[in-house]
């Protein structure tokens, strides 16, 4: 009767933590600008059927910042938006 090999196992676990603040000033009647950062933390452990460990661990403060028009405040409004992400 052959026999049959352990059973080979392997764990990996990710843990993503962020933090955001932004903030929305008036300037003006029909102007806002809005500005935020983003800090983010990730952090990967793996062990690898072999025995194998590793540990990866990133860091990032990302950007965001905005401007609103509202030529008819409660109708109308116009945006445009620039953010950056983290991967």
């Keep these: 009767r052959p026999t ?8 990996s676990k990710n843990e993503l933590y962020g ?3 932004q903030d929305i ?5 029909h102007w806002n ?12 452990y793996s062990r690898a059927a072999n025995g ?3 540990y990866f661990s990133e860091d990032a403060l990302t950007q965001r910042y905005g401007v609103v028009y509202q030529p008819l405040p409660e109708e109308v409004a116009f945006y445009a938006t620039y953010a950056e992400s983290f991967n």
Excluded: K, W
């Design 4 to 11: 049959l090999p352990a059973l080979a196992t392997s764990y």
């Design 25 to 29: 000033i008036a300037v003006g009647e």
């Design 52 to 54: 194998a460990r590793s």
């Design 33 to 44: 600008v809005m500005v935020g950062l983003r800090h983010d933390n990730s952090v990967r």
């Design 19 to 21: 933090i955001y603040f």
